[in-house]
Every structure is written in C-alpha cells, then in structure tokens.
C-alpha cells in the first residue's frame, strides 16, 4: 500500500507532513531521555561535585566565592575597603598604567575559583563555561554595553592541539551569547609559543610573552577604530593581556578593555 496522498495536495506535501511527524516523535524521545538522564544522574555542584537541586554551585561552594563588586579601581577592577568616590584609581595604576582601558573580573582568584578555573582548563569540564561566563557578563555589562567585538585571548597551535579546546574562547562565546555582543575568534594569533607563566617573576613573565601575539594583516582593517573587550580565564600579573593589548592597538582599535573570570588581589591598600 502506498503513502495516502489528499486530492489536491502538493507533491511532496505528504512526505513532509510524515517528516514534521517523525522530527515530534524524535524530539519528544530525546526530552523524555534527557528526563530519565536526569533522574539517574542528579545535578551535581560546578566546584565540589556534591548533589544540588540545579545546575550551579552548592550554597557552601557560593559563600566561599568572593564576588567582586564595587567600589573598586575604575581601571585596574581592584576591589577598595571602602568608597572612595566615583572615578577613583588605585596605587597600582597611578604607578603603572597598564595599555589597556578598563579591567573587569566576576571574582577574587581565590581557592574555589581556583578549582573552577583548572578543572576547565585542565579537566576537560567544559560544562563549566556557560556558568563562569555568565559570571563574567554580569561583571563586564560596562564593557560590553558599549564594545564591538569580544576577543579571547589564544593559545598557541600546539598548545590548543594538544589541549583541544580554548578555554577563553569558550568563556567569550559564553559572555557573547549573554550580552548580545560578537565574538572574533581569528583577530588575535599567538604567533610564539612560550613557556608557562606559573612560577615566573612578572619581569620574567613579560619576557615570555613579548613578541607572542599579533593580529594577522588580513585582520587589521577589520579591526581599526573598534572597541574590544579581550578575554581571559584570569589575571594575575597581567603580562599576556598587555602583550594581547598592545598588538590590538598596533593594528588599529580604537579601544581595548579586558574582562576575566577571576583576578589575583592583593591584600587590601588604600586608593589615593
């Protein structure tokens, strides 16, 4: 027996009509097996992996996260003890301003943003990009509001081959798909590979990374007069995200500010 066909229909009509059919039934297996998914596997905390009622962190991993809001530098994002006034900046960019606009971070690299931090770079918890990005939206709204593109900083080729994946990448197209705002995954290439930054001095760790970055020439006009928001996992001696900065301003934009997930904060000084 053949497919019914209605008189009058279109050719071609039933057979799409089967396949509307056939696309429900398929897309109604996948929830009900993602339900019984689900069931079997509970969600688990983003940090210490014990059992929570959704996706995220337990309430003791969340307590243990220092969010950073102000006030705090208006360049560097260094949290103050106190309110000092709008527009204020501390003594670590007055004594050093770095090429960079404006610096943002969602928290303290403390330990828990620690564990967050290397079990996506190291553990392969990519599942852990979506929640960390929205972090770091929330904390770059500012930036972001008024950027044009989002530029993660890169590996090198061998590094990433290796590793298979960006990890700023994936928190760029997290913070992208939150804030509206595009991602250029191509317009920033870590031209030398360099050692790993763990361990060194910050004099040693500028001369690792000098000469690292470049943005390819077929990129440059693509780049000129915009504003950019570079992207990272963390800050700490900010020796790569200058190196990213200087060669996106050799190439022409306007503007570069930079948003991480979290920054190494020294202890409390007063703001002049």
């Known amino acids: 027996m053949g497919m019914e066909i209605t008189v009058g229909e279109a050719p071609g009509a039933a057979e799409r009509r089967s396949g ?9 297996a996948r929830r009900v097996g993602g339900f019984a998914v689900s069931l079997a596997l509970p969600p688990l905390c983003a940090a210490c992996r014990a059992p929570v009622a959704s996706e ?7 307590s243990r996260l220092t969010f950073i809001a102000p ?9 103050f003890p106190f309110d000092p006034g709008a527009g204020t900046l501390s003594m670590e960019a007055i004594a050093d301003p770095p090429p960079y606009g404006r610096a943002r971070a969602a928290v303290c690299f403390d330990e828990t943003a620690r564990v967050l931090v290397h079990a996506l770079k190291y553990g392969d918890r990519l599942d852990l990009a979506p929640l960390m990005g929205r ?3 929330n904390a770059g709204r500012e930036l972001t509001a008024s950027a044009d593109l989002l530029v993660p900083v890169p590996l090198h080729w061998r590094r990433q081959w290796t590793r298979r994946f960006n990890q700023s990448a994936l928190l760029a197209d997290a913070i992208g798909k939150a804030s509206g705002c595009k991602v250029s995954y191509r317009a920033l290439r870590r031209v030398k590979s360099t050692a790993h930054q763990v361990g060194l001095a910050r004099s040693e760790r500028s001369a690792n990374v000098q000469g690292a970055f470049a943005v390819p020439r077929r990129r440059q006009k693509d780049l000129a007069g915009l504003r950019l928001v570079l992207v990272d996992d963390v800050l700490t001696s900010g ?3 200058e ?15 930079v948003l991480v997930f979290a920054r190494v904060v020294a202890p409390a000084r007063l703001p002049i």
């Open 20 to 28: 509307r059919r056939l696309a429900r039934f398929l897309g109604a």
């Open 56 to 62: 995220g962190l337990c309430a003791a991993c969340w």
């Open 71 to 79: 006030p705090f530098c208006e360049c560097l994002g260094i949290p």
């Open 135 to 137: 972090f770091m939206a």
């Open 239 to 241: 020796a790569t995200i």
């Open 243 to 257: 190196a990213c900065t200087r060669a996106l301003l050799r190439a022409g934009a306007a503007q570069v500010d």
